[in-house]
């Protein structure tokens, strides 16, 4: 049965892990954000084998499992002379997996910008680059900060996998924690809770901020 | 360059210039002289190529063929051992600074206060230091009767006052010629005159050549120098305002005016 000494007793070892396990989530969403970006340009780039190029690994990417990529970071690299710690690959794997959606998610932020808004730029004599952080980008980000925002939830609930490669994140914790005191229910649903609340504190920030955002 | 100003010289010249798209020519073998601060009104049925004619000049859309020149220096070519190659991005950036353009449907950007659609391009375009820039929109905006919205956005303002700013915005670049492609058309019909009158106010001031393409013939009358007429991608007639509306010539263009006239002004469209 549920017992309460055991619960707090846990408790602040699977508070240390969450944290791992937050850091993970952020910094792999972080680098999403940025290769996600990269690879939308990538997409719309005019050279044709760059675009084409871009368009493969989106395709590859979201077609392969992410425990697949963290195997090949982990346990495949350094066969080729590069080892990455488990927290370095993770954030890797997490980061160049959600790229490929990123990716998506900004072209359509990209293409709700209306032509006339190109235009405008264009007979202002804005730059290309100028055009895009000073015109586009902000109007593109804007309506998909929801969607984002929900890939990092997606994310943050994905973290456990990360345990394949060696990682000690909050639901490692919990199973370690469980097999050394044949007691899983507090780990497990200690760890579940912690889960829901950051997940349903993040859905409330984002809500917050894209309400902040479409208030003009 | 020369330094001496030769007013005899054209702002702008367009040379044969042709636009297909597809297998459909939208202008056909088009010559225009636009002279400096001259005010040239362009009407004509819809989908006759006025529209595409302004954009090839904004560097919106490419010619097919021909020349245009503004200032004396080709727009979309350069001269590279005595042949005609297509310009780089750089040169028409800098041959951009001598146009500018309102467009029917405003494009402000929607994400910026009036301020700030008007500062942007001079502040980072133009490099003006940010005080200057400030006291060149706030100076322009009260001139179109805007200077109490500096903080609002977009969103908030009715089509006529959005139109106004952007008239504000392609102002305080300082173009040599402006191009304003039926800027009322998308009005509620009692919006329409605010925007007329700032128009006319500016060309009266006068420096600016200015292309006005417009459905509003009175508003023609008043203001140009020269009216253009054209139909199927060809300028079919020009001449003064007193010619085009008191003596059309050719029966295309007398069928135009009635088609207007019949129908209280407004053309009946497609
Ligand atoms: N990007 C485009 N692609 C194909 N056809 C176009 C394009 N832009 C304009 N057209 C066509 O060119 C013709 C002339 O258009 P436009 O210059 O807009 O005329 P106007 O401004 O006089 O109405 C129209 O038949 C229009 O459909
Ligand atoms: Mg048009």
Redesign the pocket.
Known sequence: MWSWPFAWQIAPELLRAVQTTIAATLAGFALALVGGLLLAFARRAKPRGVSLAAAGVIEFVRSTPLLVQLYVLFYGLPSAGISLPPFAAGVLGLGIHYSAYLAEVYRSGIESVPRGQWEAATALNFSRRQTWTRIILPQAIRPIIPVLGNYLIVMFKETPVLSAITLVEMLMTAKMIGSASFRYLEAFTLAGMLFFLLSYASSLLIRRLESKLTQR | MNNTRQTADPIVRYRSIS?T??D?T??HEIDLDIAPAEKVAVI????????????LLMTL?EPTSGTIEVNGELLWHKRVNGRLVRADERHLHKMRGNIGMVFQHFNLFPHMNILRNVTEAPIHVLGLPREEAVERAVTMLEKVGLGDKLEAYPSHLSGGQKQRVAIARALVMRPSVMLF??VTSALDPELVGEVLAVIKEIAREGEMAMML?THEMDFARDVADRVIF?DG?TIVEEGSPEQIFHDPQSPRLQAFLSRFRAGSGKEVMR
């Not at chain 2, 004509?44 to 004619?53: N, V």
């Open positions: 636009k798209f597809g459909l939208i202008l004509g049925p819809s989908g006759s190529g006025k529209t595409t004619l302004a954009r859309e492609d039926e393409i054209t991608g």
